[in-house]
C-alpha cells in the first residue's frame, strides 16, 4: 500500500460547483498533514495544513479523520483559477519527512 | 515573504553529461534540505534529505554516487547529475526547511531533458 493514496481524477466541474478530494495514508503515526496546489509545470505551494478539529479558509476546508486514515479537501464555489492539481500530504510517521500523494486534479469548466 | 532559487529552469544535455542544479534560500537559513523528482502525471518523490554540514540521506533506489548532494550552507543546496541518461529526465525540485520556523519552502523545480 503507498504511503499516501489520491485519486488521480481529473474531476472536471462547472463554475460554482463543491467538489471534495479524499486522500488516505498508511502510517498511523504520522502527524502532519497538508493540502498543496500544483500548477502545471510549476512547484507545489501551500494551500493549507489541516489539523484535526478541521479548519477551514474561505472556500476551502480541510477534515482530518485519523481513525479511517484519511484527510479531505472540500471548495465551494469552484472558479476557473482553481483548476489545478491538489496534492495530499503527509509527514512520514515519527518524523517531519512530507511524502506527497500523486496528485488530484481539478478541472473548473465555465 | 521568503524566496527560494532554484536553477536553471530548464537545461537540455547529452547523454553522458553532468548537470548542476543549485537551490538557494534568499532570506532565510534552511538547516535541511529535501530533494524532490516528479516524472509526469506521478507525485512528487523524495530522493533524498540532507542536513547542512552533513551527508545526505538517501532514499531507497536513489543512487548517491549518481545524484551528489552538497549542502555546505545554509543557505545553498546542489544535486548534480552525474552521467546523465535519458531516464533521468524529470522535473527536479528543491525544498529547504526554514531552520527558525520549520516551514517547508519550494523552488520553482529544474526541467531536466538528456538527449
Known amino acids: 500500500r503507498k504511503e499516501v493514496e489520491q485519486d488521480p481524477g481529473p474531476f472536471n466541474v462547472p463554475e460554482g460547483a463543491t467538489v471534495a478530494f479524499n486522500c488516505t495514508y498508511s502510517?498511523?503515526?504520522?502527524?502532519?498533514f497538508f493540502w498543496y496546489r500544483q500548477d502545471c509545470r510549476k512547484e507545489p505551494k501551500l494551500l493549507m495544513s489541516?489539523?484535526?478539529s478541521g479548519n477551514e479558509d474561505g472556500r476551502f476546508t480541510a477534515q482530518l479523520n485519523r481513525a479511517s486514515q484519511y484527510i479531505s479537501l472540500l471548495i465551494r464555489d469552484s472558479k476557473l483559477s482553481d483548476s489545478a492539481t491538489y496534492l495530499c500530504?503527509?509527514?512520514?510517521?515519527?518524523?517531519?519527512?512530507?511524502?506527497f500523494g500523486r496528485g488530484t486534479s481539478l478541472i473548473v469548466h465555465p | 515573504g521568503a524566496v527560494v532559487s532554484q536553477h536553471p529552469s530548464w537545461v537540455i544535455c547529452k547523454s553522458g553529461t553532468s548537470v548542476k542544479i543549485e537551490c538557494r534560500s534568499l532570506?532565510?537559513?534552511?538547516?535541511?534540505m529535501f530533494w524532490y523528482r516528479q516524472f509526469p502525471k506521478q507525485s512528487l518523490m523524495l530522493m533524498a534529505t540532507?542536513?547542512?554540514?552533513?551527508?545526505?540521506?538517501?532514499e531507497q533506489g536513489v543512487e548517491k554516487d549518481k545524484f551528489l548532494i552538497n549542502h555546505a550552507s545554509l543557505t545553498l543546496s546542489t544535486l548534480t547529475v552525474t552521467s546523465a541518461h535519458p531516464e533521468d529526465s524529470s522535473f527536479y525540485i528543491c525544498?529547504?526547511?526554514?531552520?527558525?520556523?520549520?516551514?517547508?519552502?519550494f523552488g520553482e523545480g529544474s526541467r531536466l531533458t538528456v538527449l
Open positions: 502510517n498511523s503515526a504520522s502527524q502532519s
Open positions: 500530504v503527509v509527514n512520514r510517521g515519527g518524523s517531519y519527512i512530507p511524502t
Open positions: 540532507s542536513n547542512e554540514g552533513s551527508k545526505a540521506t538517501y
Open positions: 532570506d532565510f537559513q534552511a538547516t535541511t
Open positions: 489541516v489539523y484535526s
Open positions: 525544498s529547504p526547511v526554514a531552520t527558525d520556523t520549520g516551514e517547508l519552502f
